[in-house]
């Protein structure tokens, strides 16, 4: 069992940043896929990052690519989503997910953190 908290959520301005964590509880952090998704009102779940066990791989939605970054430290069990040049539509809230299987479904899954973009 792995339980998921993210933190770093608020209100900022367009063109402005925010820094997103999720710690993990667990000694296998390391063993899990980990990806951060966003649902807005109204819309589907979408997702917008995910990084490899290693960190070594990313892979990132289009409409975040060159604005957000995914890092990880398998030392503290924490993942990160650094979020720069926000957009209104980015406004969403922000869940951080763990997988085992590459090709599998993310199976843990966080309460998530508001983020409100004004413009």
């Known amino acids: 069992q792995v339980q998921l908290v993210e933190s770093g959520g608020g209100l900022v301005q367009a063109g402005g940043s925010l820094r997103l964590s999720c710690a993990a509880s667990g000694r296998t952090f390391s063993s899990f896929v980990m990806g951060w998704f966003r649902q807005a009102p109204g819309k589907d779940q979408e997702f917008v990052a995910a990084?490899?066990?290693?960190?070594?791989?990313?892979t990132y939605a289009d409409s975040v690519k060159g604005r957000f970054t995914i890092s990880r430290d398998n030392a503290k069990n924490t993942v990160h989503l650094q979020m720069n040049s926000l957009k209104p539509e980015d406004t969403a809230v922000y869940l951080c997910?763990?997988?085992?299987?590459?090709?599998?479904?993310?199976?843990?899954w966080g309460q998530g953190t508001q983020v409100t973009v004004t413009s």
């Open positions: 990084m490899s066990r290693n960190g070594g791989s990313t």
């Open positions: 997910a763990a997988k085992r299987v590459v090709a599998g479904p993310y199976i843990y």
